[in-house]
């Protein structure tokens, strides 16, 4: 299957800084890049959809401002968590997909402590 | 608004006791039924997506299955590697390929 690849896997930061997460198809073209938010013993929640160079479309309630989220090649889209504070705290996780294919390949996961 | 349930929450068998889990769905039109695995601390793995009622598929000791209103993945003589969680999700024929999960079934296979 098509390789997803998350970094970094943990970060820890301070509240009111900022954080960027890395989200890369290693092997393929990904046309579409999803972001996933998920708490412990919860389901995955989309966050936000993006397409290679266009601008993210974002879930009702998922603050566009706090949550940027960059497309610009191919291979590689980030999502910037802007003034951290504690309840940011969760396990985000990219997908990403390619036109007219169905299934979606998932990165590792980022745990993100805000303290 | 689609809705995925799984049950049960959490499940615990010895090795080697099959069993299956349930993956109730809500969807208006359905594009395809997909079935991941994660692990503790890590991304969904991808299994299975299943596209119409009857389909079946299996890998391994897993075998899915799908029906109009349920899809099912069923577990044969597990073993404990197989502990994980069990994500069920849909995609609507109208989305924009997004995925909407159900909250997982915890499996614990124990020696």
């Known amino acids: 299957g098509a390789v997803v690849s998350q970094h970094p896997s943990r970060v820890i930061c301070k509240s009111g800084t900022s954080v960027k997460i890395e989200c890369r198809s290693l092997?393929?073209?990904?046309?579409?890049m999803f972001w996933y938010r998920q708490f412990p013993k919860q389901s995955l929640m989309l966050m936000a959809t993006?397409?290679?160079?266009?601008?993210?479309?974002?879930e009702q309630g998922v603050e566009k401002d706090k949550f940027l989220i960059n497309h610009a090649s191919l291979t590689l889209s980030t999502l910037t968590v802007t003034s951290a504070h504690p309840e940011d705290s969760s396990f985000y996780i990219c997908?990403?997909?390619?036109?007219?294919?169905?299934?979606?390949?998932f990165g590792q996961g980022t745990r993100l402590t805000v303290v | 608004e689609d809705q995925v349930t799984q049950s049960p929450e959490a499940l615990r068998l010895q090795e080697g006791e099959s069993s299956s889990l349930n993956c109730s769905y809500t969807v208006s039109g359905l594009r395809g039924l997909f079935w991941y695995r994660q692990d503790p601390g890590k991304g969904p793995e991808f299994l299975f997506t299943l596209y119409s009622a009857g389909e079946e598929k299996e890998k391994e000791r897993l075998k899915a299955t799908l029906t109009k209103k349920e899809s099912f993945l069923h577990i044969t003589a597990p073993k404990p590697e197989d502990s994980a969680t069990y994500l069920c999700a849909v995609q609507e024929q109208s989305g924009y390929s997004t995925l909407t999960f159900g909250k997982g079934t915890m499996l614990l296979v124990s020696p």
């Open positions: 997908s990403a997909s390619w036109t007219g294919y169905t299934e979606a390949f």
């Open positions: 092997d393929f073209q990904a046309t579409t």
């Open positions: 993006s397409n290679e160079g266009s601008k993210a479309t974002y």
